[in-house]
């Protein structure tokens, strides 16, 4: 067994018991690790309490080899992310990468690119009050060309024509384009928008912490979100069906029909 040190984002944190806590960590060095809390002397009230979903922290844990779960033996918390916590908007969408990060990282797989990116993601979402959403889309267009099925979208990739068009088609398994001329005959191709185009060109070359200074339009934003979440779908299996994706629909759609009630 080894003593092991490392700074961590909470994926998630269950209650064991009266006094144990099961958390799910991605950890920088050491990917993602199933660790278990126990309430002790060695973790202070005060953090012991706050190691809940979201916190960034760091851990101190044993670690043996092979086993599924490690248990921590020092914990400190390094940002709780109070906004997160307390903004039901922002809370929902802060599940979403974690919710990614959990489903497609193999246990103890390490990328500190994408531990760096996640943290960026959660640090943009809590100090900023518009162009939310922005920041999700940028997380996860930077995820998926890191994880090598970066999409190509400047020109067609039959005739190469990169001239303005209405409409372009947008060939998922293969992440290229097509112009209206060339068409396509594959099946699973999606129309796209020239606004939606250069709008996620824009999303894949831009800083997260930069990604919520230009608001798109909601028809806009519609559209990117379901070409997007197609393209994850068909390059990452485990990302089909993301329960936080389906929680902030049913709750957008919540308030719209309460607005249109009053
Ligand atoms: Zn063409």
């Given at each position: 067994m080894s003593i092991l040190k490392s700074e961590a984002i909470v994926l998630?944190?269950?209650?064991?018991?009266?006094?144990?806590?099961?958390?799910?960590?991605?950890?920088?060095?050491?990917?993602?690790?199933?660790?278990?809390v126990k309430g002790s002397q060695s973790?202070?009230?005060?953090?012991w309490g706050s190691l809940e979903t979201l916190?960034?922290?760091?851990?101190?844990?044993?670690?043996?080899?092979?086993?599924?779960l490690h248990y921590i033996k020092q914990a400190s918390i390094i940002h709780a992310f109070p906004s997160l916590h307390s903004e039901l908007g922002k809370w929902a969408l802060a599940a979403i990468p974690l919710e990614i990060v959990n489903r497609t990282q193999e246990p103890e797989d390490s990328n500190s690119y994408?531990?760096?990116?996640?943290?960026?993601?959660?640090?943009?979402?809590?100090?900023n009050e518009k162009g939310l959403k922005n920041i999700?889309?940028?997380f996860e267009l930077h995820m998926v060309s890191d994880a090598g099925f970066k999409p190509s979208l400047t020109r067609c990739d039959h005739c190469s024509n990169e001239t303005e068009a209405l409409y372009w088609h947008f060939l998922i398994k293969r992440g290229v384009l097509r112009c209206s001329q060339c068409g396509t005959l594959e099946r699973e191709s999606l129309k796209i928008s020239t606004d939606a185009r250069k709008a996620?060109?824009?999303?894949?070359?831009?800083?997260?912490?930069?990604?919520?200074?230009?608001?798109?339009?909601?028809?806009?934003?519609k559209e990117i979100d379901h070409i997007l979440y197609a393209f994850l779908e068909a390059h990452l299996e485990?990302?089909?069906?993301l329960k936080s994706v389906r929680a902030l629909e049913a709750m957008q759609k919540n308030l719209q029909q309460n607005q249109n009630s009053r």
């Open positions: 998630y944190s269950q209650r064991q018991g009266e006094t144990s806590k099961r958390l799910q960590l991605y950890s920088k060095e050491y990917g993602k690790l199933g660790v278990i973790i202070k009230a005060r953090h916190s960034y922290i760091e851990a101190v844990f044993y670690y043996k080899s092979g086993r599924p994408l531990f760096d990116l996640l943290l960026k993601t959660l640090c943009t979402l809590e100090k999700i889309r940028a996620l060109n824009w999303l894949m070359a831009v800083s997260i912490p930069d990604s919520p200074t230009v608001l798109l339009p909601g028809k806009l934003g485990s990302m089909n069906n």
